[in-house]
């Protein structure tokens, strides 16, 4: 069995991981107050595994292996008071006095400092109590100050002291045409770039998208923010299936990195998952195995805001969940590989990796959790993310162009020339998802072949 702590940083990261642990709860039979559930019809196995993302602090008590960290206290402090206060362990909330006012270096140097400590500590008692520690989940958006600031630092420490264990993000982006706050673009490069060299791998997450879901595709009028992190918060179930639940064909987090990641910096990863369902057809005939793994490429379905058709997959990890003849999976696949919209970058032609779980999954249905009797979750690797970084450097560039609100940036604590490295970056980055999707040249299929 191995554990991964999850980190919820910021208000969007600590709300995510509400709706994430109301989710957890759900799923392995845990009350609001860290209570197993027993009832009738049951199956108690079926915790067996739970102890990979619950502590057990005492015979039936349970909480959560996680730690939400804010320079504001008012987001926190609403869990400490909400319906699920008594199931996080309360140091384990860790709080500031003022928020970090959308400045990233407000969260980097000065304010997120004063909690840096404590919650390095906290994480290191968290890392402690485990046997075996797999790894991180880090939940924040880039387009805060706490979110962007204060979790860039606590992964720079994480890379120094827990190099060896896995580092996941769980990001929110800003989205190409909705801006929350001016200085987001700031805010997002410096993460960019400090994520680099703190991550292995970021989920990467567009608000504009999943709030399209929610309207287009599920009939919600006027999704909220809570619509949205629980529509996030089924990414991550599918992503820690096989390490909660047993199963037979179930693919591990390490397998999938080594699948996914074909260089270290190529490490943002497009999600989107399948069936989504409105209310009315929630009692009909439920969408088939193949139905379900075409949809998920379908680009109206992503959870990031940009089209998979422009660009080239490098890979792409299937999870399947509930329902699942393996037969009918492999017989989808093959299908899904003659579709000329589905390109593969020449070097890895058919680069497919499935996981499949007999867990069901609960999925949105008109702002409810309901079970579906089957569903798939993909994470794909494509060029095509580049087209988020564009976006970002271009808005990037036309504030920093004019200096435009930098005094903000450089009054606390940051050097002027962080902008340019963090910018630099970005642009790096850019020209190596181009390099990917070039067509493998004559001379190097020579190479190869003589080699
Ligand atoms: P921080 O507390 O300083 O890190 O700031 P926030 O987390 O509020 O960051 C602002 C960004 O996060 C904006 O792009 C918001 O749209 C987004 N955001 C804030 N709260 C939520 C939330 O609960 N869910 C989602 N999906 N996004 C959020």
Redesign the pocket.
Known sequence: MKEIICIH?????I??GNAQWELFCLEHYIQPDGQIFRGEGINNEINEDSSSIFQEIKLGKYVPRSIFI?T?PMVVDEVRNGRYKSLFHPDNLITFKE??S?IFSR?FHTLGKEILDISLDRIRKLADSCNNLQGFFIF??T??????GLCSQIMSRLSNDYNKKVKLGIT?F?SPQIS??VV?PYNSVMFTHYQLYGLDLNIV?D?QA?YDICHNNLDIENPS?SN??QF?AQIVSSLTTSIRFNGTLNTNLNEMFTNLIPYPRLQFMISSSAPYISYENYCCQQPSTYQISNSVFDSNNMMAKCDPRKGKYMACCMLYKGDIVPQEVYKSIAQLKTKRTIEFVDWCPTGFKIGISRQPQFTLIQKNLKQVERSVCMISNSTAISQLFENMSYKFDQLYAKRAFAHWFVGEGMEECEFSESIEDVRALIKDYEEAGVETSEEENFVEEYE
Do not use: F, R
């Open positions: 940083v910021g208000q969007c990261g709300q995510v804010d504001d928020d970090a959308n969260g924040n958006s387009g805060g100050g706490t979110g962007s929110v800003p929350t706050t987001e997450i608000n999943i923010y949205l992190n996030i």
